[in-house]
Structure formats: structure tokens, C-alpha cells
């Protein structure tokens, strides 16, 4: 008789897209096969690291890629029982486990809400240490233990020097996912400490076919549009897709693109838009405007033109640190927006437009 699994209760989660399966509720990974074919041959040759750094840019499948790491290591080991492809189904008692978040050998950590119900900016340090903890514990069936922190961006640094700890003192039988959407800018310990796998940007055609399959009412040229903005991240586009999520992306492309003085009244009733939307509005706002930066610095890198990119760099640095304080203090979305085309204004006018 299979036991019955207790789900724990619901809270938000930072990585859910409203309409849209969670990543440990989806088993199909899109366009990372050449990741996948890497970490299938170290577990089944049972000889992998003890900790992977799991990169790559936002919504590319990070997340979904360590959960099914995750479910065949709790079912299989680091043994070649399993399909060659990680791929457990979802019927399986392991995958039930842990789509209700009940198995006891994996321990996922990340932001979690607080006392006032209010989720914090930071991954703090007594989440890191419940590692600690967790892989002390023995299995009744000595089987593994596996750890997924999502993600290594949000950590303060109390709580990456902890991280630091259990990576300088690996467990036996315990692997630890660490997930990271950018990795160059977490300690040069850490990242030396793991196994490094990247997982890319989709390309064009894999985007396109994918999301043809989950929006199955958008129109074809919707779907373009959502392609072109997110850059080959597939939880981008999907987020993209819900809650005017496409408008705000077009308008933070639009203030990057603005010459001039800014126009005070459009920004402001930009903002008016974005305090209507739900309590994340702004801080997808952020989101798009700081990728809709990335992209273009990306670009400009890469075709090995711009003399200030030191500059543009800075700006999204200070963009993440506004939208973050912002977020933390509940400040005027209204005052945010304009705070930002101010940043960008000042940018252009000292560097040119990208």
C-alpha cells in the first residue's frame, strides 16, 4: 500500500508562471540536450562532482534541469538502472514526492516568505544552513540526498559563505544543485567548488515550437513578438504572456530606446500602469528593463563595438539594486519608473545609446 503524500502548504514561489506548470511539475526539458547528455553520462557513470553549478540566463530551464536531476538520483543513484535520458515520469512515486514537495531526500532552498507574509529580497543565511542539517540526516534506504538552491543570485553574503561551508565539507552520497543566473558574480570559492554545467539561450525555431504548444490561443505573430523580446528564454516569454506582461517588455524596450529628455508625463503614467498590476508588477517591470539591457550590452559585446560597456554594466547593476530596494520597501512604483529613465537618461547623455 503506497502511503499517502502530504503536499506542504502553498506559498508563493518566486519562479512560478501564473497558467504554468512549476519546474518540478514539468518533465519535458526544451533545447538543452547537449547539458543533458553531460550530466546523464557523469550520474550514470557514477562519477560525478558532489555540487554543480547549474547556469544560465533566466527561464532558459535551470530549475527544470535540476529537478529531473534530482528525481533520477533519488530513484536510480549515480547507477546506469535508469533511462539514458534522467527521465523519470510523472507517475512514479518519486516524481508524486516531489511535485508535493514530501520526499525526504531533497531539500530546496530559496526565498521564502516571511512572519508578515512578505517574500524577501535575499536567499539569508539560516536557509543555507538548514543544509547542514539535512544532509547530517541518515537515509532509511541509504539512498542520496540532493539539494537545489534556487538561486545562488538572491544569497546575501552571510549566506554564500555558508554555502561556502558545506561545499568544503561534502557529504557522502549528497549532491548539491546550485543554480545560478549569473555565476561570475558569486565568490571565485564557490564557483571553484563545483562542477560547472551551462545551459544556453533556445533558439528561434525550439522557442517558437514550444511556445505554439503551451499558448495555444495567442496568435502566431503574438508569439513572434514574445520570441523576439525574450532572447531565447522560454519562462520569460511565458511570463511575458500574462498580466499585459508583453506591454510592460515593449515599454521598458521603449524607455532603453528613448533620446532625448525624458518625457515625465508618459513615464509617469507608465508607472500609474504598473502600481494597477498585481503586487509583482513592478518588479517585472525591473525584470524586462534590466533584460532588455543585458540584451543589447550583450550584442554590442559581442560585435566587438562600444567603449563604454564598463558604464552600461554599472547602470544594471544600479537597476537591480533600485527594483530590489523598491520591491523590499514598497515604494512608489510611479517614482521607481522615473528614478530608472533618469539612470538611463543620464547614461546615453555621458556614453550615446547602445
Not at 546575501?156 to 544543485?177: F, H, I, R, V
Not at 525550439?206 to 513572434?224: I, S, V, Y
Not at 528593463?289 to 567603449?307: C, M, S, T
Not at 547593476?317 to 529613465?341: I, K
Request: proline share 5%; with cysteine; charged share 25%.
Amino acid at each position: 500500500m503506497i502511503k499517502r503524500i502530504k503536499a506542504a502548504e502553498p506559498t508563493p514561489e518566486p519562479d512560478r508562471v501564473e497558467g504554468q506548470p512549476h519546474p518540478r511539475e514539468t518533465y519535458e526539458l526544451v533545447g538543452q540536450e547537449a547539458a543533458l547528455a553531460r550530466a546523464a553520462h557523469a550520474i550514470r557513470s557514477g562519477r560525478l562532482a558532489h555540487a554543480w553549478l547549474i547556469t544560465g540566463p533566466s527561464g532558459v530551464g535551470k530549475a527544470t534541469f535540476a529537478y529531473r536531476i534530482a528525481r533520477y538520483m533519488l530513484k536510480y543513484g549515480a547507477t546506469a538502472e535508469g533511462p539514458a535520458d534522467l527521465a523519470v515520469p510523472a507517475t512514479d512515486i518519486v516524481s508524486k514526492q516531489v511535485e508535493a514537495r514530501a520526499h525526504p531526500g531533497l531539500l530546496v532552498l530559496s526565498r521564502r516568505v516571511d512572519d508578515k507574509g512578505k517574500l524577501p529580497t535575499a536567499l539569508k543565511v539560516d536557509e543555507i544552513r538548514r543544509l547542514s542539517s539535512f544532509y547530517g540526516l541518515t537515509s532509511a534506504q541509504g539512498g542520496w540526498r540532493v539539494a537545489i538552491v534556487d538561486t545562488a543570485d538572491d544569497m546575501n553574503e552571510e549566506a554564500a559563505n555558508a554555502l561556502l561551508k558545506t561545499l568544503e565539507e561534502p557529504p557522502a552520497k549528497g549532491l548539491l544543485l546550485v543554480l545560478a543566473h549569473a555565476p561570475g558574480r558569486l565568490l571565485p570559492t564557490i564557483r571553484s567548488r563545483c562542477q560547472r554545467i551551462d545551459l544556453r539561450p533556445l533558439d528561434d525555431k525550439a522557442l517558437q515550437t514550444a511556445l505554439a504548444e503551451r499558448l495555444l490561443e495567442m496568435g502566431a505573430k503574438d508569439r513572434e513578438a514574445l520570441a523576439h523580446v525574450a532572447e531565447g528564454s522560454l519562462g520569460l516569454a511565458l511570463r511575458l504572456a500574462s498580466e499585459d506582461g508583453l506591454e510592460l517588455a515593449r515599454a521598458a524596450e521603449s524607455l532603453l530606446a528613448a533620446k532625448g529628455a525624458p518625457d515625465v508625463p508618459k513615464i509617469l503614467a507608465l508607472g500609474d500602469k504598473v502600481a494597477r498590476l498585481r503586487d509583482d508588477g513592478l518588479a517585472n517591470f525591473g525584470q524586462f528593463l534590466r533584460q532588455a539591457l543585458a540584451n543589447r550590452v550583450r550584442a554590442v559585446a559581442e560585435a566587438g563595438k562600444g567603449a563604454h560597456l564598463d558604464r552600461w554594466v554599472d547602470v544594471w547593476e544600479r537597476l537591480n539594486a533600485m527594483f530590489a530596494r523598491a520591491d523590499g520597501l514598497h515604494l512608489d512604483p510611479r517614482q521607481t519608473v522615473l528614478s530608472s529613465a533618469l539612470v538611463l537618461e543620464e547614461v546615453k547623455r555621458r556614453s550615446g545609446a547602445l
